[in-house]
């Protein structure tokens, strides 16, 4: 069967830090892989997507990155982390063709 | 352009109340239609999807939604919560793998 893996659970970093958010998925092959941010009292926006390895589309400007070095692997990046950028990021998947995702169970990101 | 309308921000039922959760979408075309739970620091959990067919959907833990195309609405129900309900809803709207669209999510209290 098909799994996510989100980490870690929760993470604090100062501003100006950098970040990297990791999601593999196990049992498929070729996903589409997604990362979502949650920020407080707001619902899910769409931050990027992937539909094959090094292919990334990003929703909205922001001050982060993504990156799909291996099939099952997405993640998500800082080089400097602004208070703003603190909120709940899933990292979701489906298969090529399929509606409706697959979440991870989130990472809680505080930037102090 | 899609959009997901989630009214209701907070709900406070009793338990072993019913229940109903309203969503409302904005869509050029026949929808795929889901709602998704997410308990507290938790990723989000498919309960039901529609694509076609029979326009009441059964989903998981007993709720069901019930598509109404002239009223552009999706919304859930379950006819009696439990404790255990208590958790925040997501109503989303997609056609395809990369373009789901969320709402901003109703929060369920349930009170003993």
């Known amino acids: 069967s098909q799994t996510i893996h989100q980490w870690p659970a929760t993470l604090v970093q100062p501003v100006g830090s950098p970040l990297s958010l990791e999601c593999t998925v196990e049992?498929?092959?070729?996903?589409?892989l997604y990362w979502y941010r949650q920020a407080a009292g707001r619902g899910l926006q769409l931050l990027f997507y992937?539909?094959?390895?090094?292919?990334i589309s990003s929703e909205v400007p922001q001050n982060l990155s993504a990156s799909r070095p291996q099939d099952r692997q997405f993640i998500l990046s800082s080089k400097k982390l602004l208070l703003s950028d603190s909120g709940f990021y899933l990292c979701?998947?489906?298969?090529?063709?399929?509606?409706?995702?697959?979440f991870g169970s989130g990472t809680r990101l505080t930037v102090v | 352009a899609q959009s997901v309308t989630q009214p209701d921000i907070h709900i406070t039922v009793s338990e072993g109340a019913s229940l109903e959760l309203r969503c409302n979408y904005s869509y050029g075309a026949t929808p795929y239609l889901f709602w998704y739970v997410q308990s507290p620091g938790q990723g989000l959990q498919l309960l039901l999807k529609?694509?076609?067919?029979?326009?009441l959907v059964q989903g998981i833990k007993g709720f069901e939604a019930e598509f109404k195309r002239s009223q552009s609405s999706f919304n859930l129900r379950k006819p009696s919560v439990h404790w255990s309900d208590a958790a925040e809803y997501f109503c989303a709207v997609g056609a395809g793998a990369n373009n789901l669209f969320f709402g901003t999510g109703t929060r369920l209290t349930v009170i003993p």
């Open positions: 049992g498929t092959s070729n996903p589409n």
């Open positions: 979701a998947w489906n298969r090529v063709g399929a509606s409706g995702y697959t």
């Open positions: 992937s539909v094959g390895i090094g292919q």
């Open positions: 529609y694509f076609s067919g029979d326009t």
